[in-house]
């Protein structure tokens, strides 16, 4: 083969090769280029709980202490239960064979929202004042409460039972608000009914099956968390009537989504990366922090047969300030110029 020859071989396996990765770089899906927020962890599962991560098609098993994101579906098995925990203090009991997908929002929404398929979740709003939706296939159930459970049959026949506080429910078609020891029922295409009074002794109790015997408690210092300084986070271990469990004494894992924070267990001589073994001592221990990044930060405690922490923290930009001071002597004026981050 002439030189000529070999030059355009060449060329045209380049253009080959420009040509395959260019279609292949459009054709890529827009949401592999996207990131989504983390909202929630797994703190139950009993029978199978399996998870399919947004922007992918295979689903996978997921673990205690596992981190889920917007976008995430989910759905149990036969014979299983399971509960995740968001951020800002909603618990979620999964009945068996339901599946549902955290919804995507907008940071200034402040809020959670989940899209029920079928099956039945048990909802309970931990501190007042979060804002929560629930959206089945027939209606939307909005939280001005603390407990209410939520069924879709196969048909998207939904039921919402208050146990409670106060929900409303709603579709195109009309709206009810549905109060403690009531429940409304909603059809595919037809309003919500108006509420009706329930027996709640009679109701079933599955989301008190399998009752875990505490919960985990984080809690940060006041101050602002700023990014490259330490900060201190506390951790607690709470009996089932939420006091502290002074018999407590087994180590609890924290663990980040961030690559960047660093833990520290003796007050800042030495520093280590997620996943964090903490020694706890009459149910307490304490741990410093830092992060060189300014993020929104997610941090978890979990520890088997106790309900899960979990601490949404920003981290804020140093801000830097010079001092400056200026030393006369026998050579001279000299500048001296030292800076601080706060």
Not at 8 to 31: D, G, H, T, Y
Request: glycine share 6%; proline share 4%; with cysteine.
């Amino acid at each position: 083969m002439g030189r000529n020859s070999k030059l355009i071989a060449c060329l045209l396996w380049l253009l080959i090769f420009c040509f395959l990765f260019c279609n292949a770089s459009i054709s890529r899906p827009a949401w592999a280029e996207e990131e989504t927020n983390v909202a929630a962890i797994v703190t139950s599962i009993s029978g199978t709980l399996e998870v399919l991560p947004y922007g992918t098609e295979k689903w996978v098993e997921a673990r205690k202490g596992m981190f889920l994101y917007e976008g995430d579906q989910l759905k149990t098995g036969a014979n299983s239960r399971a509960a995740i925990t968001f951020a800002n203090g909603i618990e979620l009991k999964i009945n068996e064979n339901s599946t549902f997908s955290i919804q995507i929002t907008e940071e200034r929404e402040m809020k959670n929202a989940i899209d029920l398929l079928i099956g039945e979740i048990f909802s309970k709003i931990m501190i007042e004042g979060v804002k929560f939706e629930m959206h089945t296939p027939v209606a939307v159930a909005a939280v001005r409460g603390t407990e209410f459970n939520t069924n879709v049959r196969k048909s998207g026949l939904t039921t919402v039972l208050v146990y409670k506080g106060i929900v409303e429910v709603w579709n195109e078609l009309g709206s009810v608000t549905v109060t403690e020891a009531k429940k409304t029922v909603v059809q595919p295409n037809q309003a919500p009914r108006p509420p009706e009074e329930v027996d709640l002794e009679l109701e079933p109790g599955w989301q008190k099956e399998g009752k875990i015997k505490g919960s985990l408690k984080v809690e940060l210092e006041s101050s602002p968390q700023v990014a490259g300084l330490p900060f201190w986070l506390t951790i607690e271990v709470l009996d089932g009537n939420g006091d502290r469990n002074l018999n407590f004494k087994e180590e609890i894992l924290l663990t980040s989504i961030s690559g960047t924070v660093q833990f520290s267990m003796d007050k800042g001589r030495s520093w280590r990366t997620s996943p964090v073994r903490v020694v706890m001592k009459s149910g307490w221990a304490e741990a410093m922090l830092k992060d060189s990044r300014s993020e929104k930060l997610t941090i978890s405690a979990t520890y088997p047969d106790l309900d899960s922490a979990i601490a949404d923290i920003n981290i804020v930009p140093a801000q830097e300030k010079d001092l400056i001071l200026k030393i006369r002597d026998e050579e001279g004026e000299k500048t001296l110029k030292l800076k601080f981050k706060r």
